[in-house]
């Protein structure tokens, strides 16, 4: 080996995940993405910035929800305050629509107001794979911030040799909001058949912020569900069927980021998320002509609410139907993947006006139809270099129903990579991506009312309503990113040890950004505007970094990770709104009792966000939290099978607030779990 540079090792625990191929070597600190890059690939070979989380990691850290999961890595930020049902993920400043979410390959394209999207409860889940940065040419529209692909559990994670049947069961209690959760899972192998059973159910009062006060209305109640079934027929064949479903019953203001108000009523809401996939895999041995994936899926999201303060009752129906059929295929140094997919997103509301005749949103009955090919080529062309060459073709058309409107539109996505091996230790990538996003249904085809002003008598004396007006002719918003990314390798640096280090640098340019805008005031005064509207306005400019370094001594382990993004406005070069503050990580962990212990502590300081829009007069502070956690699994003995985690979260009982976020966060936080498995 060549001369090992002098580095100050801060590193995480990461487990070896289950999915690496039987070629692929993979290290404590090597994951293999199995899902967001359409590919199976360890971390270190990707020019991607990519961020895998575990089950392990999730069991330590016993997250309220995917976006929970996430919020330790660099540049990813947790959205939409402390309650769990309405947090989103937001990657390199860019969040909600712009944000691609996967499960088990199949895309999650609900989006309505200020609602949450996020409902896979992370006990069903086995990792959490993230791509930072714009993925179009894979996913099509959606994916200019990155992809959040959640992979659900299997009986084959938790299936070893011999074994016919098996299961655990597990109950959690935290202390702030008094929350209770209870999960199980069942499994079992007959022949060439694989099956599993998994639910979990939660229930939790107000939750309590960092100041000791409760923050009205975040109570929640939530049940999930999983089903799985597999076949194999021969050794190259396998066909699944899965079944997933959430039920969350909430009493919370009609947006969840913030406090009940005069326009921000409260709300009974009903969320029922329910999903059928079907897949086919075909990989017949010594064929490498042949590496087939076919995924059909059926997803339906219902809001229902109770808009108690107002005695009206809304519905929103949201369903896609969709499908993906991809293959690979090993030419001498060039595998080369293609495939073709499609999809169809309904949404249908109903918005009651009782008392309010003329006062709320019309109705939504409209349709997107999107159809996309892709073909991407990976070149190995010489011992240390691979290029990887990508383009996708999506056509796509938003119809209103009810209002007799259509419209068009296409997109070429195209993207490359370089990656070079330098040496055995240092591996350097470069790659170029470009990106859209489509206009939804309701940004293009809301009307009606938005809100309301009461009569103020001798100037308002019947009031002001302010109007949605359409926009049929709203652009795609578009992005080109480039990004550099350096990945080190190294062990035995001092004997039983291994270190990694990556960097990847970025810049993100998004043309023709979407965002909501009120406008016509009255007689020219403020706050009196007239009509709602979504155009295509900033032309943004984010750039920044992610530095990830990982160490591990014998049963020690580190990390240290620092992420940071700058937005600015490519035209007047002012800085923008909802980009997320400077964050840094710190891990320090050490087993004990042969390896049966785990004992950790985390620390996480974000800086203050003074870069602010001119006419911004918020001031977000910087703030500083502070873990730890504790997990006990022994592997033999009287109390093999059983698991127990303990966490303490933020326990300075910090009050603190997130950069453009309206509600402060949760306080100190005291979480124990208990699992057996048998």
């Known amino acids: 080996m060549t001369k090992k540079p002098l580095v100050v090792a801060m590193a995480m625990v990461f487990s070896t995940t289950a999915f690496a191929q039987e070629n692929q070597t993979v290290t404590e600190f090597d994951e293999v993405l199995v899902t967001a890059t359409r590919i199976s690939e360890k971390v270190s070979d990707s020019s991607r910035s990519v961020a895998v989380i575990s089950e392990e990691k999730m069991q330590e850290s016993q997250p309220a929800s995917v976006a929970d999961a996430l919020k330790n890595e660099a540049n990813i930020s947790v959205t939409n305050g402390p309650r769990a049902s309405s947090q989103g993920v937001e990657i390199r400043g860019l969040s909600g629509q712009r944000v691609l979410q996967t499960i088990d390959g199949a895309r999650q394209n609900s989006n309505s107001g200020h609602r949450g999207t996020y409902f896979m409860d992370p006990e069903l889940l086995s990792s959490i794979e993230v791509v930072r940065g714009p ?52 499994y079992g192998l007959a022949d060439s058949i694989d099956w ?48 997933r479903f959430s039920d969350t019953d909430e009493l919370v203001p009609s947006n969840p ?54 005695d009206q009752f809304d519905s929103t129906k949201f369903e896609t139907i969709g499908f993906s059929v991809n293959n690979s295929s090993a030419f001498g140094n060039t595998v080369l993947t293609y495939g073709i997919d499609g999809y169809q997103d309904t949404i249908n509301t109903v918005r009651d006006d009782n008392g309010q005749t003329g006062q709320r ?11 996309g090919a892709f073909t991407k080529a990976d070149i190995k062309l010489t011992d240390t270099v691979a290029l990887d060459v990508a383009v996708r073709y999506d056509t796509f058309e938003n119809e209103s129903k009810n209002l007799g409107l259509s419209s068009d539109d296409n997109a070429l996505t195209p993207s490359v990579g370089l990656v070079w091996s330098t040496t055995d230790w240092l591996t350097l990538s470069a790659r170029y991506d470009e990106a859209f996003r489509a206009p939804s249904m309701e940004e293009m085809y809301s009307t009606g009312s938005h809100y309301c002003i009461p009569s103020i008598p001798g100037f308002l004396p019947n009031g002001l309503c302010n109007t949605f007006e359409i926009n049929p002719d709203l652009q795609a918003e578009k992005a080109q990113n480039k990004e550099l990314k350096a990945d080190m390798r190294f062990a035995d640096l001092a004997g039983d040890d291994e270190l990694a280090i990556t960097l990847s640098v970025f810049r993100n340019d998004v043309d023709d950004f979407i965002e909501q805008s009120v406008s016509n005031p009255l007689y020219g005064i403020p706050g ?89 007069l918020e001031q977000y502070d910087a703030y500083k939290l502070w873990d730890v956690y504790v997990a006990w699994e022994p592997a033999k003995g009287t109390f093999e099978g059983l698991r127990v985690d303990f966490a303490v979260e933020n326990i300075g009982d910090e009050e603190y607030r997130q950069a453009w976020q309206t509600l402060y966060e949760q306080g100190r936080n005291f979480k124990l779990s208990a699992r057996y498995s048998f």
């Not at 005069?262 to 709300?267: E, G, M, Q, T």
């Open 196 to 243: 599993l059973l998994s639910g979990s159910y939660h229930d939790s009062n107000n939750i309590k912020m960092g100041n000791d006060q409760s923050l009205e209305n975040s109570s929640s109640e939530a049940t999930s569900g999983l089903a799985k079934i597999g076949w194999e027929p021969t050794n190259d064949q396998r066909l699944q069927l899965s079944a």
């Open 361 to 371: 949103p019309d109705d939504i009955d409209a349709e997107t139809t999107v159809w």
């Open 257 to 310: 980021s913030t406090h009940v108000g005069s326009s921000v009523p409260l709300v009974k809401r009903n969320t029922e998320d329910q999903n059928v996939t079907l897949d086919y895999s075909l990989n017949p041995t010594g064929n490498p002509l042949l590496d087939l994936n076919a995924t059909v899926y059926w997803n339906s999201t219902n809001y229902d609410e109770d808009r108690v303060t107002k």
């Open 135 to 186: 993925a179009s040419s894979l996913w099509g529209s959606g994916a200019i911030g990155g992809v959040v692909a959640q992979n659900t559990k299997s009986a084959q994670d938790f299936l070893e040799e011999g074994d016919r049947f098996g299961g655990y069961i597990k109950q959690g209690f935290e202390t702030n909001g008094d929350k209770i959760k209870t999960s199980g899972t069942l």
């Open 528 to 616: 009196l505007e007239q009509t709602t509207s979504w155009n295509n306005v900033d032309e943004a400019k984010l750039t920044g970094f992610e530095f990830n370094t990982r160490y591990r001594y014998k049963q020690t382990r580190v990390t240290f990770n620092y992420g940071q993004t700058e937005g600015k406005d490519k035209n007047t070069d002012e800085y923008l709104s909802n980009i997320p503050a400077k964050k840094m990580g710190i891990d320090l962990s050490q087993s004990i009792m042969e390896g049966d212990m785990k004992l950790g502590t985390r620390f996480t300081y974000v800086a203050e966000q003074d870069d602010l829009p001119v006419v911004n």
